[in-house]
């Protein structure tokens, strides 16, 4: 028999992401997490009132982001994870960006961009850069260091990286903790350079840390580096334009060298894996000509750069996957 749930909880998909915007917010989990337990206690420490913790905690249940047995709430193991604002690996953060205004009007305007083929807005702003690399840092971590053990860096010879769309830096920072010989060149706006840096600090590796402030299409990049790192780049932009831009890291790159790149790449049917294929729908939204690419466009892409051979590696639990191409 038809059954409207799943349509009526997809209409009202809007009011998940406004619950946990709220309870990060309000350090919901946090509160929690340190001892009040109660809607009055809750209540209490968030300064709201106990009328709306109580409908907002429930809620949080019924989405699985807490657990409540009586009266009292708990953290579940995900959000003891990455909603207490204490843990390394707290995500919270990443509201900043998703549910941001221009995030969510953007989602309002699909209509539109399904007409148009892609967003009429630029990605040329540094400022929503500058808030994306900063509420990515922790998620955008456990994958860096992956990618750095992924293409073997802990040995000791002098590395010439180069980080293009460097962003958080977490990618190239990942390199150079691993092999302290390695020279990271980070590529991005000037304004979002300075958080990459700031987190070279933090990490003991601004003194190798090199700043390329600028365009990726308009800059010079230089050349002789034995890794050229790409993550979270192509997807932004369509087919041709992502084949020029290759060319230029295959310049760029000694030979020998490596390109390794961090994509969703979904399976030719394009819908599946779920999480990896619908992200061409935020591309739709997010950007003009942006897209999923599957992993025949990227060898195409690579192959007509110049590049020799290319391997495609899961990086699971991610949905994403890591492309490194040799030239």
Known sequence: MPNPSLIMDTARAYQKTAA????????????????????????????????????????????GLLEKRDSLYSLTEDSAAFLDRRSPAYLGGIMDWNARPESIQASFSLTDAVRNGGATNSNNDPGKWIIFAQSMVNMMK???????????????????????????????????????????YALDWEEVLTVGLENAEVAGVASRYHLIPGSAFEVEFGSDYDLVLIPNFFHSFDLPTCEQFMRKVYQALKPGGRAVTVEFVPNPDRVTPPETAAFSLNMLMMTPAGDAYTWAEYQQIFQAAGFERNELIPLEPSAESAIISYK
């Open 20 to 63: 946990l915007s709220a309870a990060v917010e309000l350090d919901i989990f946090t509160t929690i997490a340190t001892g009040a337990q109660t809607v009055e206690a809750i209540a209490d420490r968030t300064q709201a009132s106990t009328k709306g913790i109580r409908i907002l905690c429930d809620y949080l249940v019924i989405l």
């Open 142 to 184: 456990p994958l860096a260091q992956s990618v750095a053990r992924l293409v073997q860096v802990t040995d000791t010879k002098p590395w010439k990286v180069l980080d293009i769309a460097a962003s958080h830096g977490m990618y190239g920072i990942s390199i150079a903790q691993q092999n302290p010989q390695a020279q990271i």
